[in-house]
């Protein structure tokens, strides 16, 4: 952590943003005074970085902490969602649909990003899916508001600081309008959600306007996202990997996508494809993936898959990019189930239960299919009432009850 300029040290400001998080008026005033004189620290490792004192006064003048993002860098929903009801919402028979029609609607533009960087058309409209719903969700917090106040409070300042020049960077350089600069609480932005820094190495200009822009430009954001997998070690033709059948007994210690073995040592030790046939002949390396256990499904994974991870170093987002690239191929849902017996919703069946909870009186807001803390506060009063386990979650048996009680 650089100590230009930073006046207080790093658990004093953690420990304002912990009682701000309470709402307190008094330390919600410390907190702000702390970002101000955080932020005067900044600005000389801004102009350091590169940055001009007129673009980092200009941006930064009127900003203020956004605290509740500090409270979201533990709890990304890659990590904490149960990988079945976060499949769910990700693949399902709208995302895949409308994904159908975008390959359509693109053909030309993707035709031409396949060409440059060798990058087929379904991963790279699986990713633009998976990241903002082919642009419906961007995010909308200022990036610079998010940006500065992770700079400033909580942990990986050093890494947010990083960002946060970046981010004046790319408004000086003119690629996006102040205004349109808004995104993930983290700072990601655009169709498919790059960070400042990774759009600085990676983005292009693919429409040839001067002017690299994710946000107003699909055909940028398509092959921006088509050079991210490349120089990620994307291989044109490599499958990302496949469903697999375990053979009884298998010892699975030491599964995991970087334990890669030959295919023919696969194939040797048992493991068919998911509808028993031979897995492919050949060297290619792979390693077995068990995302819930040996009980659910498994993958044998190349590094295309390692590729997908890198986008967002979730091996739960990966498959979510690679089951969706394959659907919009026209392939199938995974042969065998989540090891669950309440498995997860789609976004309609998600919209449907809100709706119900609705009817009930709940005030949640829009049924939107998001599941925020009002709809798992209303799921955990019904749970209650119709003597279900109270957990929140919202599956399939909360929704079949509430089905059968709305038509009662």
């Known amino acids: 952590m650089s100590s230009v300029g930073f006046p207080m040290r790093r658990t004093a400001l953690s420990a304002l943003v912990s009682c701000a998080l309470l709402q307190v008026p008094a330390v919600a005033l410390a907190a702000d005074a702390a970002f101000a004189a ?9 102009v350091e970085k590169g940055v001009a004192v007129a673009t980092f006064d200009a941006h930064t003048a009127g900003l203020v902490p956004d605290i509740e993002v500090v409270g979201f860098l533990d709890a990304q929903p890659e990590f904490v969602t149960p990988i079945w009801d976060y499949m769910a919402g990700l693949v399902d028979a709208e995302r895949i649909a409308d994904g159908r029609a975008l390959l359509s609607q693109w053909a030309p533009v993707l035709a031409r ?11 790279v409209v699986a990713v633009w899916g998976v990241e903002s719903n082919y642009g419906r969700n961007f995010g909308e917090r200022p990036l610079l508001g998010s940006l500065s106040t992770l700079s400033c409070f909580g942990r990986r300042q050093a890494f947010f600081r990083g960002e946060f020049f970046t981010a004046l960077k790319i408004l000086e350089e003119g690629h996006v309008a102040p205004e349109r600069l808004a995104g993930s609480w983290a700072g990601a932005f655009g169709h498919t959600q790059f960070m400042p820094s990774t759009f600085m190495r990676l983005a292009v200009d693919f429409d040839g306007d001067g002017r690299r822009d994710l946000i107003d430009s699909v055909p940028d954001a398509l092959a921006s996202t088509a050079h991210f997998l490349a120089r990620a070690g994307w291989r044109s033709g490599q499958p990302w990997g496949f469903e697999v059948r375990l053979p009884r007994g298998l010892d699975t210690a030491g599964s995991g996508r970087r334990n890669k073995r030959p295919m023919a040592e696969w194939r040797a030790r048992g493991l068919t494809r998911s509808d028993g046939s031979a897995l492919p002949a050949g060297d290619l390396a792979a390693g077995l993936l068990l995302p819930a256990g040996r009980e659910g499904p498994a993958f044998l994974v190349t590094r295309n898959f390692d590729a997908l991870y890198s986008y967002n170093a979730a091996e739960s987002y990966a498959l979510a990019i690679a089951h969706l690239s394959d659907r919009l ?12 017996d309440d498995p997860g919703l789609s976004r309609a069946e998600r919209r449907e239960l809100q709706l119900l909870l609705i009817a009930r009186g709940h005030d949640i807001g829009a049924a939107d299919g998001m599941i925020g803390a009002r709809t798992r506060e209303a799921l955990r ?21 509430l089905r059968a009680a709305a038509a009662r």
């Open 329 to 340: 191929r026209g392939g199938a849902a995974f042969a065998a189930p989540w090891p669950t």
């Open 38 to 46: 955080c932020l005067a620290g900044l600005r000389a490792e801004a």
């Open 381 to 401: 009063r019904v749970q209650a009432e119709l003597g279900l386990s109270v957990d929140g979650r919202a599956g399939q048996r909360v929704l079949n009850v």
């Open 113 to 123: 990003v396949e060409a440059e960087y060798a990058v087929d058309a379904a991963t």
